[in-house]
């Protein structure tokens, strides 16, 4: 029975064949069909992908954002609906196994205005996959209010290529 239960497991394996989300490929150019670019805070562009309906198995999808850097496709964050933080955990569990790291500030104090998290992380060869799960207290005293689940894929280099594309003032892009 075990033997059977490791075949349908799959592994990172899996995740690095995958290489993104469904048709969202890291390091695929940007598509016009995809919607229309803008820039992000933190200085990539992004496309914002809603009223689609689309699907992880059952697990409904709110949104999808698609982070470019020079048109390379860098960083891939898929929202979920809250209440379907276990389904997606023991899904992502079974087709990629258990998560590599796991980070985690869910302990809140009493009366803490601080958001608190917990970060699933599976390590790929050259991207890595984070369930993210956050809440946000309402008041001091109050329960937490709503909060938010993601799954992001984003390349391990992310950083660097965001500071390289910061340094240099012109691209050619500007030509």
């Given at each position: 029975?075990?033997?059977?239960?490791?075949?349908?497991?799959q592994?990172?394996?899996?995740?690095?064949?995958?290489?993104?989300f469904?048709?969202y490929k890291?390091?695929?150019?940007?598509?016009?069909?995809?919607?229309?670019?803008?820039?992000?805070y933190?200085?990539?562009?992004?496309?914002?992908?809603?009223?689609?309906?689309?699907?992880?198995?059952?697990?409904?999808?709110?949104?999808?954002?698609?982070?470019?850097?020079?048109?390379?496709?860098?960083r891939?964050v898929?929202?979920?609906?809250?209440n379907?933080?276990?389904?997606?955990?023991?899904?992502?569990?079974?087709?990629?196994?258990?998560?590599?790291?796991?980070?985690?500030?869910?302990?809140?104090?009493?009366?803490?205005?601080?958001?608190?998290?917990?970060?699933?992380?599976?390590?790929?060869?050259k991207?890595?996959?984070?369930?993210?799960?956050?809440?946000y207290?309402t008041?001091f005293?109050?329960?937490?209010?709503?909060?938010?689940?993601?799954?992001?894929y984003e390349?391990?280099?992310?950083?660097?290529r965001?500071?390289?594309m910061?340094?240099?003032?012109?691209?050619?892009n500007?030509?």
């Amino acid at each position: 029975m075990i033997a059977g239960l490791k075949g349908f497991s799959q592994s990172i394996s899996k995740l690095n064949s995958n290489y993104g989300f469904k048709e969202y490929k890291l390091e695929s150019l940007y598509k016009q069909e995809y919607g229309n670019k803008e820039r992000d805070y933190d200085g990539s562009d992004v496309v914002s992908i809603e009223n689609q309906v689309d699907y992880i198995n059952d697990i409904p999808i709110e949104k999808i954002k698609l982070f470019f850097l020079s048109d390379s496709l860098v960083r891939i964050v898929v929202f979920i609906d809250e209440n379907q933080s276990k389904k997606l955990s023991d899904a992502l569990i079974a087709s990629f196994g258990k998560e590599t790291k796991y980070k985690s500030d869910w302990d809140i104090k009493e009366g803490s205005k601080k958001p608190y998290f917990n970060k699933y992380i599976w390590i790929a060869n050259k991207f890595t996959l984070v369930l993210y799960e956050s809440r946000y207290p309402t008041s001091f005293w109050d329960k937490p209010r709503r909060g938010t689940i993601s799954l992001t894929y984003e390349l391990k280099d992310y950083e660097k290529r965001l500071e390289r594309m910061k340094h240099s003032k012109y691209s050619s892009n500007d030509f």
